[in-house]
């Protein structure tokens, strides 16, 4: 006959099934049957393999970010932890509802540091470069997000926005939003290099930023938005690369950034333009591509339909 201690939990002075199961065979008096016993040693089985494991992710967490990387995927953890997908899962599972770990896309996890914790993920600039390398994309930080880390941060962007190849679905992880937007000819556009906390970011250049503004103006703010980052941004502009990255735009881009800039007070920058439209500048084009161009004054030097009226914010 096997004895049993009644309680629903371990003594607190035995750590471990082997010292328990011990005991347990040893108590004196139970009059439990041996079925009763081999059920409730299988529970504290199963009370203390989830704890050890939920344990041991939080040492693997722990280590990594130890050693500055605060990113991994399941199949990393499962590799390091040496434990099957499925008990992967449910372990970081109970790290992300304690906050301490974020899933920004399906198997890619970020440790969140505890200054992140009110955001509920890892900035986006901090984790995008590593998700899209997991994933094998091409990218760069574009439009508004680019134009910030550039320098111009007249308005901070709320969602970070990154140019991909193809169309691709939002990130929401906390507070945090990635938005992404594609350009099929991305591979092309030039680029710098800028770090952050967590490593290198891709960033277009200046020069592509200022083209790509207007390019994907609504997704800006719209073309007044547009002009204020521009008054900005182009402190930062080298007219020679201008008119280089101009020449892998389509002319419309140009010429609206032309009038821009000369709205905004850099003609200079503009005339750096004016070679990359030669034999392309075929037809008149709405300054704001959405609205009808019938009856609106003409802009000659750029051949654009004046349809709507920019005013700079102070």
Same mark, same amino acid.
């Given at each position: 006959?096997?004895?049993?201690?009644?309680?629903?939990?371990?003594?607190?002075?035995?750590?471990?099934?082997?010292?328990?199961?011990?005991?347990?065979?040893?108590?004196?008096?139970?009059?439990?049957?041996?079925?009763?016993?081999?059920?409730?040693?299988?529970?504290?089985?199963?009370?203390?393999?989830?704890?050890?494991?939920?344990?041991? /992710?939080?040492?693997?967490?722990?280590?990594?970010?130890? !050693? %500055?990387?605060?990113?991994?995927?399941? *199949? &990393? +953890?499962? =590799?390091?932890?040496?434990?099957?997908?499925?008990?992967?899962?449910?372990?970081?599972?109970?790290?992300?509802?304690?906050?301490?770990?974020?899933?920004?896309?399906?198997?890619?996890?970020?440790?969140?540091?505890?200054?992140?914790?009110?955001?509920?993920?890892?900035?986006?600039?901090?984790?995008?470069?590593?998700?899209?390398?997991?994933?094998?994309?091409?990218?760069?930080?574009?439009?508004?997000?680019?134009?910030?880390?550039?320098?111009?941060?007249?308005?901070?962007?709320?969602?970070?926005?990154?140019?991909?190849?193809?169309?691709?679905?939002?990130?929401?992880?906390?507070?945090?939003?990635?938005?992404?937007?594609?350009?099929?000819?991305?591979? /092309?556009?030039?680029?710098?290099?800028?770090?952050?906390? !967590? %490593?290198?970011?891709?960033?277009?250049? *200046? &020069? +592509?930023? =200022?083209?790509?503004?207007?390019?994907?103006?609504?997704?800006?703010?719209?073309?007044?938005?547009?002009?204020?980052?521009?008054?900005?941004?182009?402190?930062?502009?080298?007219?020679?690369?201008?008119?280089?990255?101009?020449?892998?735009?389509?002319?419309?881009?140009?010429?609206?950034?032309?009038?821009?800039?000369?709205?905004?007070?850099?003609?200079?920058?503009?005339?750096?333009?004016?070679?990359?439209?030669?034999?392309?500048?075929?037809?008149?084009?709405?300054?704001?591509?959405?609205?009808?161009?019938?009856?609106?004054?003409?802009?000659?030097?750029?051949?654009?339909?004046?349809?709507?009226?920019?005013?700079?914010?102070?």
């Amino acid at each position: 006959m096997f004895a049993v201690n009644n309680d629903s939990t371990p003594p607190s002075h035995l750590h471990n099934w082997e010292e328990w199961r011990g005991s347990a065979l040893l108590l004196p008096g139970s009059r439990q049957d041996q079925h009763s016993c081999v059920r409730l040693a299988k529970g504290y089985v199963k009370h203390y393999s989830t704890q050890a494991m939920h344990t041991s /992710a939080a040492h693997f967490i722990d280590d990594l970010a130890a !050693r %500055g990387q605060y990113h991994f995927t399941t *199949a &990393e +953890a499962a =590799a390091e932890l040496g434990r099957s997908l499925p008990a992967t899962r449910a372990a970081l599972r109970r790290l992300k509802e304690a906050g301490r770990i974020a899933d920004p896309a399906r198997g890619f996890f970020v440790i969140v540091p505890p200054e992140y914790r009110r955001l509920g993920c890892l900035p986006p600039e901090q984790f995008v470069p590593q998700l899209m390398e997991h994933l094998g994309e091409t990218h760069y930080v574009a439009l508004l997000s680019a134009a910030e880390l550039l320098g111009a941060a007249h308005h901070r962007p709320q969602t970070l926005q990154v140019m991909v190849a193809t169309n691709r679905r939002p990130i929401v992880c906390g507070a945090v939003q990635v938005r992404f937007f594609a350009r099929s000819d991305l591979r /092309a556009t030039p680029t710098v290099r800028l770090s952050t906390p !967590r %490593g290198m970011v891709t960033v277009a250049s *200046a &020069e +592509a930023t =200022a083209i790509e503004l207007v390019g994907y103006a609504q997704a800006c703010g719209g073309l007044e938005q547009v002009a204020t980052v521009l008054a900005e941004l182009a402190e930062a502009l080298d007219g020679v690369q201008l008119a280089a990255a101009a020449l892998r735009s389509p002319a419309a881009w140009v010429q609206r950034l032309g009038y821009l800039l000369d709205l905004t007070g850099h003609a200079e920058l503009a005339d750096c333009l004016l070679p990359a439209l030669e034999g392309r500048c075929t037809e008149v084009v709405p300054l704001v591509a959405e609205l009808s161009r019938t009856g609106a004054e003409r802009d000659i030097r750029w051949r654009i339909a004046l349809n709507a009226s920019i005013a700079l914010d102070a």
